[in-house]
């Protein structure tokens, strides 16, 4: 399995980015992608999180009603859109998938930044 995320870059605090994460090496059928996103000195922190089969989604408090997780199965791609983003919200977003039988996940994409200047 490879993710390749892409996507991030420098916004001003207000502004929006989508990250897309492309996944490759064999079907995703039950599978769960996530997203995450670390600072530097803190640890790995859950942002978002779609199922491949039905697209039932999962988000951290701290950016509900702000960022979108979206998956388009056609491309094998994940999204995270995000919106009204904060300086707080900058990080190394990474994308991940696990195994549906899996209580972790089980495989990692290399990280994009995101900076979000106030």
């Known amino acids: 399995v490879q993710l390749q995320a892409s996507g991030g870059g420098y916004v001003q605090a207000g502004g929006s980015l989508r990250l897309s994460c492309a996944a490759s090496?064999?079907?995703?059928?039950?599978?769960?992608m996530g997203w995450f996103r670390q600072t530097p000195g803190k640890e790995r922190e859950f942002v978002a999180s779609?199922?491949?089969?039905?697209?039932?989604?999962n988000y951290a408090d701290s950016v509900k009603g702000r960022f979108t997780i979206s998956r388009d199965s056609a491309k094998n791609t994940v999204y995270l859109q995000m919106n009204s983003l904060k300086p707080e919200d900058t990080a190394v977003y990474y994308c991940a998938a696990q195994r549906g039988s899996s209580n972790s996940y089980n495989f990692w994409g290399q990280g994009t930044q995101v900076t979000v200047s106030s």
């Open positions: 779609i199922t491949w089969n039905w697209g039932s989604t």
């Open positions: 090496g064999r079907t995703f059928t039950n599978w769960v």
